[in-house]
């Protein structure tokens, strides 16, 4: 799919999803302990400057503690979902803005920022296109270097033969609205193994400061089950710097 029809996919989605469930928490609670978690190693005293990458509705960095003066950016493709971020943002410390991250070393927005913090908001592993993944850790990489900061990720990993295909939807309400758009449109999901990540990781130039990926954790792929099954996905933790 064309990133113009990922875009529309995702307006849609999330379009369905705030109608349909309005008061529900919009960041990842999962994503926002983690980095919680480990704010002793990336937190600076100075102002910071941050950034969530696919940011949806709300960044987690509205929930975080950054010292005074720190400036936060959360960016996302979809207009649907930072529409409704914005119209729902009484916080001055971050700015919301719609475009694709892959143009984030020329947007005028942040091409001449250099970031202390950046969150992946579960984007990378919407990535299935390997060439796009490279392009979009080169720029992580370089919004880094400068500052030495931190990138903290969240990403599915495979455990072993997944129970689902390929072309699987991972969000009940999108099913009924992928099959109005036809099964071409369906995205899917990167889930490699850990070690395949780790290693892309590092080739990318990232150090592995800090990584989890516990047996237990799995992601119940199929909303329409509350237990776990052998095949779900796993869960990856990582907080990576430039190497
Ligand atoms: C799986 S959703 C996660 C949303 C939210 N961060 C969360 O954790 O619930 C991935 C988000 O990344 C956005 N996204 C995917 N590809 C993108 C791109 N190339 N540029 C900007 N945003 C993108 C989607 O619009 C979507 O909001």
């Known amino acids: 799919m064309d990133t113009q029809g990922l875009k529309a996919y995702y307006d849609q989605a999330f379009k369905k999803k705030l109608e349909s469930t309005p ?3 919009l960041c990842s609670p ?5 980095t919680d978690a480990n704010s002793s190693i990336w937190y600076k005293n100075d102002p ?9 509705a709300k960044s ?7 010292p005074e003066k720190s400036k936060c950016f959360g960016v996302d493709f979809s207009r649907v979902t930072i529409d409704h971020a914005l119209l729902n943002s009484q916080n001055d410390k971050i700015v919301y803005e719609c475009f694709d991250v892959l143009e984030m070393d020329t947007h005028l927005s942040v091409k001449n920022f250099d970031f202390d913090l950046v969150i992946d908001g579960h984007l990378f592993h919407c990535l299935t296109n390997e060439r796009v993944r490279q392009q979009y850790l080169s720029s992580v990489l370089r919004k880094l270097q400068v500052k030495r900061g931190y990138f903290v990720l969240e ?3 495979e455990t072993g033969p997944l ?3 390929d072309d699987f939807l991972f969000l009940e309400d999108v099913r009924v609205l992928l099959q109005q758009i036809g099964k071409n449109a369906v995205p899917v999901r990167y889930i490699p193994r850990i070690d395949q990540l780790l290693e892309q990781f590092k080739q990318s130039g990232f150090k592995i400061v800090k990584f989890l990926c516990p047996p237990g954790w799995k992601i119940i ?3 329409r089950r509350v237990e776990p099954i052998d095949g779900d996905p796993g869960l990856a933790r990582f907080l990576l710097a430039p190497m």
Do not use: N, P, R
Not at 48 to 56: K, R, T
């Open 23 to 25: 008061g529900e928490c």
């Open 30 to 34: 999962s994503l926002l302990a983690w």
């Open 48 to 56: 910071m400057l941050a950034i969530e990458l696919g940011c949806g």
């Open 60 to 66: 987690v960095l509205v929930e975080l503690s950054l």
């Open 155 to 157: 990403c599915m990993v």
């Open 163 to 165: 129970a689902f295909a």
């Open 221 to 223: 792929a199929d909303s």
